[in-house]
């Protein structure tokens, strides 16, 4: 079975710095994909960044990247220049198409952005 | 603008009276999902559908079943709710099974309470 862990069930940021954000991971699959979602107060979740495990390149979108280490099973999410609008909890997903399809959230980390 | 929609956004049923959520998608996917979230924690699926093909959670609770009408329409029906069962329901929907080209999109979530 595949987990996901997120260490930082809560974590502030002042507005335009930077936060890391923590996931590792358990699988014994090689071939696999992680997903940063973003869930806003009462607002609909969506995806904020994906990466395939057969890529080494870490994934970049916009202000959003990742820090893929795939021997050490970890898959953070950096924001940089963080904004107010940032503030949401924050979820590690994981699926693999040989154990199941399905998605593996990890128990979200709470951000706050500090104005 | 939507793309999977959720009805109602907040719903308010009795202890024990039977509860039908809904949710539509105009994506033409493949995959319809359904989660339960409960307050600060990961989402849990309950059952996914791939075209009409019904698959359960095996820790899924005899008392949720769903229904799938057609392509577009997916509903959770709640038989007798309890108390246990106040949380949000997200609908998600995949073009197939999960891979970083085909990530799942969410609706905006129904909140259920349970009087």
């Known amino acids: 079975a595949q987990t996901v862990t997120q260490s930082q069930p809560e974590m502030s940021v002042q507005e335009a710095e930077t936060v890391t954000l923590s996931c590792t991971y358990d699988?014994?699959?090689?071939?696999?994909?992680l997903f940063w979602y973003k869930q806003p107060p009462s607002r609909q979740m969506i995806l904020v960044i994906r990466?395939?495990?057969?890529?080494?390149q870490n994934a970049t979108e916009n202000r959003f990247s990742v820090n893929f280490q795939k021997a050490a099973k970890s898959f953070s999410l950096k924001i940089s220049d963080s904004q107010l609008g940032d503030t949401a909890m924050y979820f590690c997903?994981?699926?693999?198409?040989?154990?199941?399809?399905?998605?593996?959230f990890g128990g979200g980390t709470r951000l706050m952005v500090k104005p | 603008d939507a793309m999977v929609i959720q009805n109602p956004r907040y719903q308010v049923t009795q202890f024990g009276k039977p509860v039908t959520l809904s949710c539509s998608q105009t994506?033409?996917?493949?995959?319809m999902y359904w989660y339960q979230q409960k307050s600060s924690q990961a989402p849990k699926l309950l059952f996914h559908?791939?075209?009409?093909?019904?698959?359960n959670e095996a820790d899924t609770p005899d008392n949720f079943q769903s229904r799938r009408p057609n392509t577009s329409f997916c509903f959770l029906d709640i038989r007798s709710p309890g108390l246990g069962d106040a949380a949000m329901y997200l609908c998600?929907?995949?073009?197939?099974?999960?891979?970083?080209?085909?990530?799942?999109?969410f609706g905006d979530g129904t909140r259920l309470s349970i009087l």
């Open positions: 998600a929907t995949s073009r197939g099974y999960v891979t970083s080209n085909q990530p799942q999109h």
């Open positions: 699988t014994s699959e090689n071939n696999y994909y």
């Open positions: 990466q395939e495990a057969y890529k080494q």
């Open positions: 997903a994981f699926t693999a198409p040989n154990a199941g399809n399905m998605l593996t």
């Open positions: 994506l033409n996917h493949n995959v």
């Open positions: 559908y791939y075209d009409k093909d019904f698959n």
